[in-house]
C-alpha cells in the first residue's frame, strides 16, 4: 500500500499504526515519480482521490495500465478539470463516489453497509480515529485547525 501525505509524522503514523508499505511526503518530492520508481515504471492497480483538480490528473499519471482512480471527494477545491485524453494513454478509468446519490437509489443496500459498519466498530472490528474533540464553542479553532491539516483522524465537536 502506498499513502501519500504532507508531513512526514502523519507518514510515520499510517507506516507504524497503518501498515503502509511506502510513504511519499508529496511536498518533498513527485508522488508519481516515487510510485514510478517504486514500481519499476509501471504504477498501482488503484487511486484513491479525495482532491480532484490537478491532483486527480496527477493520480491517474501514476496507475498501471487499465488502473483505475476513484474519486471520493473534491477538498483541494482546485478548479482545474479532467482532461479525458489523460485516461487514453493506459486504457485508465475513473469512477466518482457521492454518497448522497447512492442512498436514494440503493438505499436498502447503503442502509445495510453502514448497518455492519456500525457494529463492526460497536464490536471492536472497525476503530473509529479521532484526533481531537472540541467544545461547540470552539467550533472555529476546530475549523482552523482541519484547515491547517494538522488533523490525523476525525475532529469531532461536543456540546
Request: aromatic fraction near 8%; proline fraction near 3%.
Amino acid at each position: 500500500m502506498f499513502t501519500t501525505a504532507s508531513d512526514d509524522a502523519k507518514l510515520a503514523r499510517l507506516k507504524a499504526d497503518f501498515g503502509a508499505d511506502v510513504t511519499i511526503n508529496y511536498v518533498k518530492q513527485d508522488f508519481v515519480e516515487a510510485i514510478k520508481a517504486e514500481t519499476g515504471g509501471k504504477g498501482v492497480d488503484l487511486v484513491v482521490d479525495s482532491i480532484a483538480g490537478s491532483n486527480l490528473t496527477r493520480s491517474i499519471a501514476s496507475l498501471k495500465y487499465r488502473g483505475r482512480a476513484i474519486m471520493v471527494g473534491v477538498s483541494g477545491r482546485d478548479p482545474d478539470r479532467l482532461d479525458p485524453l489523460a485516461l487514453w494513454a493506459n486504457s485508465t478509468d475513473v469512477q466518482g463516489v457521492y454518497y448522497p446519490g447512492i442512498f436514494p437509489q440503493e438505499h436498502d443496500r447503503c442502509f445495510a453497509v453502514v448497518a455492519g459498519l456500525i457494529d463492526a466498530v460497536a464490536n471492536g472490528q472497525l476503530k473509529v480515529l479521532i484526533d481531537r474533540v472540541f467544545p461547540l464553542a470552539e467550533a472555529a479553532q476546530a475549523h482552523r485547525y482541519i484547515l491547517e491539516r494538522k488533523a490525523f483522524g476525525r475532529v469531532l465537536l461536543r456540546s
